[in-house]
Every structure is written in C-alpha cells, then in structure tokens.
C-alpha cells in the first residue's frame, strides 16, 4: 500500500520561510518522479516543482523559481520543499505526487498522491 504523508505546513508571515516534508512508503522511490502541486481555495491545482527520474533532475515553475527548492532523499524516502520569500499568493493547500519511471509532470500523469498540507501566508 502506498502511502505519501506530507508536512510542515502552517501559519508563516510575508516573507518568512517553510521547508515540506512528503515520507513515502510502500513504493520505490528511486523509481519514481516526485513533485510538488499547490491548489488555492477556487483554483485548479498547479504544479509547482518536480525531481524528476531516473536522475532527479530538478524543475520548478516559473512562479516558485528562485525561491522554493526541491530536493529529496532516496535513503530516507522523503522529499522536500525549501519555500523562501513566502507571499500572500503562496497561500494554498500544497501536496506530493508520486509518478512511476516516466518523467511526465502534469497532473494526470501521476498515481499517487498525498493529503495535503496547508501553507497560509498572511501578517
């Protein structure tokens, strides 16, 4: 059974900082694309960064770039999200998504996927 539990999330000022966790379990997760979505209350949800296979080549978009940071570490089966710079817009219910050997990032192209952890960005 597949499991991918996210972290982190909460209450951070304009400009502060946050850094998610997603632990995945009963999967191989080498073998996978890992990413980062984000979806705002009225929003489709948006894909923010994605360590991509086999080689966990790193991608982010244009909005999260030069500030959020993915990483991930295959020994711990965990991957990251660094938020710096954090703006009112970042506010969102961000998730972890788990794609099997393909190097696919749109959303329907991954199978699992976590529960979601609200980052709010607010003074």
């Known amino acids: 059974q597949v499991q991918l539990v996210e972290s982190g999330g909460g209450l951070v000022q304009p400009g502060g900082s946050l850094r998610l966790s997603c632990a995945a379990s009963g999967l191989t997760f080498r073998s996978y694309t890992l990413a980062w979505f984000r979806q705002a209350p009225g929003k489709e949800r948006e894909f923010v960064a994605a360590s991509i296979w086999p080689n966990g080549r790193t991608v982010t978009s244009d909005s999260a770039k030069g500030r959020f940071t993915i990483s991930r570490d295959n020994a711990k089966n965990t991957v990251y999200l660094q938020m710096n710079s954090l703006k009112p817009e970042d506010t969102a219910v961000y998730y972890c998504?788990?794609?099997?050997?393909?190097?696919?990032?749109?959303?329907?192209?991954?199978?699992?996927w976590g529960q979601g952890t609200q980052v709010t960005v607010s003074s």
């Open positions: 998504a788990a794609n099997y050997g393909s190097a696919n990032v749109r959303p329907g192209a991954f199978e699992y």
